[in-house]
């Protein structure tokens, strides 16, 4: 993290898998299942998604006009380096506490991102958590590591 505070300056979600999701203002997130709402919550391991705005803004400047949410992201963030932080490291975001259970993602298909760019960071720089307290969290909201 450098010396500025890390926050959330986007949140996401979907209905349906495989498409970029809607920002909201306000989400809930429930306790071992994920944003309510969003069709990747479940009993499993990528129950949240976060990517930093720093890394979009890396594929902005490659000329894709990309936004929060388009690399099918729940949070996302700022000043924070998420795919540094260890498997386990918990974060405080409002009254919720998450807990990073996996740092980038196979990509299986490339995305859409990839064949504009011949890039896409959410396999290499987004990280999933799950939900250990739920609670509602907002735009603005900081956001804390609280160790592994």
């Not at 986007?10 to 970029?20: K, V």
Request: hydrophobic share 40%; charged share 20%.
């Amino acid at each position: 993290m450098n010396s500025r505070d890390a926050s959330v300056v986007a949140l996401s979600l979907s209905s349906e898998r495989g498409i970029p999701k809607e920002n909201v203002d306000r989400v809930t997130l429930v306790e071992n299942w994920g944003i309510s709402g969003d069709a990747h919550a479940g009993d499993w391991h990528r129950q949240v998604s976060l990517l930093a705005m720093e890394s979009i803004e890396s594929m902005y400047a490659k000329g894709v006009k990309v936004r929060p949410g388009a690399f099918a992201e729940n949070i996302t963030t700022q000043f924070i380096t998420l795919p540094t932080l260890a498997i386990g490291s918990r974060l405080r975001i409002g009254p919720t506490l998450l807990e990073v259970t996996q740092i980038g993602k196979e990509c299986h298909a490339r995305c859409a991102i990839y064949y504009a760019a011949g890039d896409c960071v959410m396999p290499r720089e987004g990280i999933f958590a799950r939900v250990l307290e739920g609670g509602a969290i907002s735009v603005g909201d900081p956001v804390q590591v609280c160790g592994v």
